[in-house]
């Protein structure tokens, strides 16, 4: 009934109200998703830079291309 009269007021049928509420939800889900690999790659990030304390990903880099 919810719907219907939604529907009514929007001017929409049932069924675009339906694909719209879908969308806003695909797109919190997603945005909890993105948080959490982020927070994720952080955790992992952080530990990274105490294993490897000192080296330089850039100049590494640098090196190995002028070693070719």
Do not use: H, N, P, W
Not at 9 to 36: F, L
Not at 41 to 50: L, V, W
Request: charged share 45%; proline share 0%; net charge positive.
């Amino acid at each position: 009934m919810e719907l219907k009269m939604e529907a009514a007021k929007k001017r929409k049928s049932i069924a675009q109200i339906m694909r719209e509420r879908m969308v806003i939800e695909k797109c919190e889900s997603k945005k909890e998703e993105t948080a959490k690999l982020m927070k994720d790659m952080d955790r992992f990030a952080k530990k990274m830079a105490r294993v490897t304390k000192g080296a330089s990903f850039s100049k590494a880099l640098i090196e190995m291309r002028y070693e070719q």
